[in-house]
């Protein structure tokens, strides 16, 4: 009886459950966004650059692969309003997990690019290619198909690391099943519903991405079938 | 100044080279005219890949000069991806771009570094697989060749830039013994075309037949260098005498 109750009182909540979803993802999409448009630039800085560029990027991967990303939120919500400057939790949030992902995010692409091998380089430069030619017609395509794997294991832990976001307020799924489970107050059944919905945003995103693999993978060249 | 020799097309005085203080080439010195065809041999690791690489300064020589074609390849203030463009090199393990086709493989230096338009650049890059005899193979992708195949197609991949001089690093030593004849075949007929080559191989029957000089290098110097059949009857150094029975021993004499 009490089930259906609680599943009702999710029913009504609808809406807000729909919402909450939309803000996780959107959260999600965002960060990894931010992640890989700053990921890739500092993967190439550490393997094409010189000692001082790659020194400083191997500092900003540590750190930010360091420090638990609550604390991150804490310090990126908190941080700039000593400042004085007021930055909404969405955003703080945004911030906070897109610089911990484009760490994470850099170390995928920096191992697809050594993966590569000097070779490629080599005949591109031997062809009058500048070196940032090289990098976008050459060993780019060949790093983003690489890192796909990878950058499928980085989509499914960011996602559900949002459910953190609600620390500092940010209203996400997490936080709508906070507030239902209260009124319920039948945790167990809220927290299991929102347990699938985060599922099947994990598994939506990773069979995009292995449909995504399969769909860019070159012709001849090995693959998990085949290698399997 | 680069001393004024007709038909000299490249020219390379005192080039050295060290890697972590270890000396790989020394005082290097020779000079290859238009048209020509030279070979170089010599034990492994005595840096013959380094001086092909430092001839289009994929590698840096400390010292020395390279002149192109009255341009000093070496000079700091040279275009160095200008200087390139007129340099093709093919490499021992191919090097094609594994996500483009064949087709676009031969097609992408014209477009993106000549800026020649597409059209006429797959124009110009069937003209070059049917010179290696792969037309029928420019849609498919590098995984999908075999090593010859592949071989050929790095060829006319260079050739499409129009290449003033090749460049050949053991092109035929990572394929299997069947399919080095045909990469052997398309490399005379670039002989015959008046191409000028520097080669880097120990296919000796290739070098009898073709080359004009054979350069011998031992840890990091040129020992002797000369046409094949001086080299071959009459070498002027023990060491010569021993590389050349040694490798015609381990490649044999009839291929090429
Ligand atoms: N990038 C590099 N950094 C450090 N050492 C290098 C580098 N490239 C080559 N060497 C060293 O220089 C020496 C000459 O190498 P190189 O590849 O030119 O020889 P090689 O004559 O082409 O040999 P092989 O017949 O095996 O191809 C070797 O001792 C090698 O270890
Ligand atoms: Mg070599």
């Known amino acids: 009886m009490e089930i259906l109750e609680t599943l009702a009182a999710i029913g009504k909540s609808i809406i807000p459950v729909l919402r909450g979803t939309e803000i996780t993802v959107a959260l999600t999409f965002s960060l990894l966004a931010i992640g890989l448009m700053m990921g890739l630039p500092l993967a190439l800085g550490q393997v094409y650059g010189n000692k001082i560029i790659s020194t400083i990027i191997v500092v900003y991967e540590r750190t930010f692969r360091s420090i638990p990303a609550l604390v991150l939120l804490f310090l990126f919500y908190f941080g700039p ?32 690019i050594q993966s590569i091998g000097q070779g490629q380089m080599m005949a591109a430069r031997s062809l009058g290619m500048s070196k940032l030619k090289a990098i976008i017609y050459i060993i780019l395509p060949l790093v983003l198909r690489r890192s796909i794997p990878s950058w499928s294991n980085e989509y499914s832990s960011v996602l559900k690391d949002t459910a953190l976001a609600f620390a500092i307020g940010v209203i996400d799924l997490n936080r709508w099943g906070w507030r239902i489970a209260i009124r319920t107050q039948d945790p167990i059944i809220v927290f299991l519903v929102i347990g699938v919905i985060y599922f099947f945003l994990t598994l939506a995103g990773t069979r995009f991405l292995r449909w995504l693999e399969k769909e860019l993978k070159i012709p001849g060249f090995q693959s998990r079938d085949t290698i399997g | 100044m680069e001393p004024i020799e007709k038909n000299v097309l490249l020219r390379v005085r005192h080039l050295s080279k060290s890697y972590n203080k270890e000396p790989v080439l020394k005082d290097i010195s020779f000079k290859v005219k238009k048209g020509e065809t030279k070979v170089i041999i010599g034990p492994s690791g005595t840096g013959k890949s380094t001086l092909l690489r430092c001839l289009n300064r994929l590698t840096r020589p400390d010292s020395g000069q390279i002149w192109l074609d009255g341009v000093e390849v070496t000079s700091s203030k040279t275009n160095i991806n200008k200087i390139r463009q007129s340099i093709g090199m093919v490499f021992q393990d191919f090097n094609l771009f594994a996500h483009l086709t064949v087709l676009d493989n031969v097609r992408i230096g014209p477009t993106r570094v000549k800026k020649i338009p597409k059209r006429e650049a797959t124009e110009l890059a069937l003209d070059m697989l049917s010179r290696v005899g792969l037309v029928d193979k420019a849609g498919a992708y590098p995984a999908e060749l075999s090593g010859g195949q592949q071989q050929r197609a790095s060829i006319a991949r260079t ?98």
Not at chain 2, 173 to 196: F, Q, R, W, Y
């Open chain 1, 81 to 112: 309003a000593t400042f004085g400057i007021y930055i909404s939790p969405f955003l703080a949030a945004i911030l906070a997990l897109g610089f911990r992902s484009s760490a994470y995010q850099s170390q995928i692409f920096r191992g697809a």
């Open chain 2, 159 to 256: 050739l499409a830039m129009r290449p003033k001089l090749m460049l050949f690093d053991e092109p035929t030593s990572a394929l299997d013994p069947e399919l080095i004849g045909e990469v052997l075949i398309v490399m005379k007929n670039l002989v015959k075309s008046g191409m000028t080559m520097v080669v880097v191989s120990h296919e000796m029957g290739f070098a009898r037949s073709v080359c004009d000089e054979i350069i011998f290098v031992e840890k990091g110097v040129i020992v002797e260098q000369g046409p094949p059949d001086e080299l071959f009857l009459r070498p002027k150094h023990r060491r010569t005498k021993e590389f050349l029975s040694k490798i015609t021993e381990l490649y044999g004499k009839s291929e090429g």
